[in-house]
């Protein structure tokens, strides 16, 4: 299978990539991004592009299955307006275009509590974009809903780091839908769904991703 990743440069993004590329049974990876890749594999094509102008008829859209594990948060983005961009707009456009050209699965790495009705707009906007990615009609879509990811990120989040800590001391005792969920097991769980998709729409919880 051909499949494209977009967040290839993020925490779980970049598992997804190396787990994509480790597997027999993917032979190419599309993983278009802002800035090139510091990682050099044949099966690897890596598009430099602006999220903001994507090219609609470029020949590598025509992939098999589509991963998504691009976000931010609204204090990276700057505003909520830029935060929705990232995590709405641009993931429902790739998903769009990869559709167009073929791709018959969609992979979300979505968030734990995404809810288009929610008074959170973090998981508003999450719930917004499952929401759309349904109304896109994909043969297999499967929205992956982590809680909290654990992981060495190349940026510190105070508020994640604490609550890293917390959790994971209190990780043996807690119910799994709350334990810390390892970047590497949300990866696995996204892969799986791209080289093995199941019809219709899924859901992988917190509580199947936990580590």
């Not at 480790?22 to 991004?33: F, I, K, S, Y």
């Not at 641009?90 to 992979?107: D, E, I, S």
Request: net charge positive; proline share 6%.
């Amino acid at each position: 299978m051909k499949v494209m990743l977009v967040g290839a440069t993020g925490l779980v993004g970049g598992q997804v990539l190396q787990q994509l590329l480790d597997d027999a049974r993917c032979d190419a990876v599309v993983a278009p991004t802002r800035r090139p890749l510091a990682h050099a594999d044949p099966a690897l094509h890596n598009p430099v592009v602006d999220f903001e102008r994507l090219p609609v008829d470029a020949p590598w859209w025509a992939v098999d299955a589509v991963i998504c594990a691009l976000g931010s948060t609204i204090k990276q983005a700057g505003s909520r307006a830029v935060f929705a961009r990232i995590d709405h707009d641009y993931p429902l456009q790739v998903a769009t275009l990869a559709q167009a050209h073929g791709a018959h699965a969609f992979v979300l790495n979505s968030a734990l509590g995404a809810d288009a009705q929610s008074r959170i707009f973090y998981n508003q906007v999450k719930g917004r974009l499952e929401q759309d990615l349904r109304g896109l009609g994909y043969r297999s879509l499967t929205l992956v809903r982590p809680g909290l990811i654990g992981g060495e990120r190349s940026e510190r989040r105070t508020g994640e780091h604490l609550a890293s800590v917390v959790l994971g001391a209190l990780g043996p005792v807690l119910p799994r839908a709350w334990r810390i969920n390892p970047a590497a097991n949300i990866a696995a769980a996204m892969v799986e769904a791209a080289l093995a998709p199941r019809p219709g729409v899924q859901i992988v919880g917190a509580a199947a991703l936990a580590g």
